[in-house]
């Protein structure tokens, strides 16, 4: 719901409530972390979620890493 986000086709998702469309939590484990780390790297085509290319591999990891901890934590 930040200033931007009514720019933004699709809308972004929330993190702290709603599954994801293009990653959702009933996919496997490390599947599901590859897949995010993917959608950062290089974006989803035909939304507004850009690439990141000029993140490296560990920072990638990192990223998906903590979007996984905002979202265990919403599940406890």
Known sequence: DG???ESFDPRPR???SGD???VPQA??????KRRL?????????G???PGHEYLTDPESVDLVT???????GRQK
């Open 20 to 22: 994801g469309v293009f």
């Open 14 to 16: 929330n993190l702290i």
């Open 66 to 72: 903590y979007v996984l901890s905002i979202e265990s």
């Open 27 to 32: 996919m496997e484990g490390d599947w599901r």
């Open 37 to 45: 780390e993917q959608i950062v790297k290089f974006g989803i085509r």
């Open 47 to 49: 939304t507004s979620m």
């Open 3 to 5: 200033v931007c986000s």
